[in-house]
């Protein structure tokens, strides 16, 4: 995807809406888009990230809305 990986310091919906758009336009598969949105952030967001439980995550829903909380 060609767009700025987010660090957590700009508006995680604005990223998030970025994301959807450009993903939109290869897939809208929920688990392919789950295992891609990592791809897109970095720094603090990606250590949030990475520290959810395993498999607390079960739809690009739940993931969007826990990344926007």
């Known amino acids: 995807l060609n767009l700025e990986r987010y660090d957590g310091t700009t508006d ?3 990223h998030l809406d970025a994301f959807f758009t450009q ?19 970095k720094g ?3 250590t949030w990230y990475d520290g959810l439980p395993p498999r607390s995550i079960g739809s690009f829903d739940t993931l969007v809305e826990c990344f926007s909380a």
Not at 23 to 41: E, G, H, K, Q, W
């Open 12 to 14: 995680p919906d604005e």
């Open 23 to 41: 993903a939109n336009l290869y897939t809208n598969d929920d688990a392919i888009m789950c295992r891609v949105f990592p791809t897109s952030i």
């Open 44 to 46: 603090v967001a990606l």
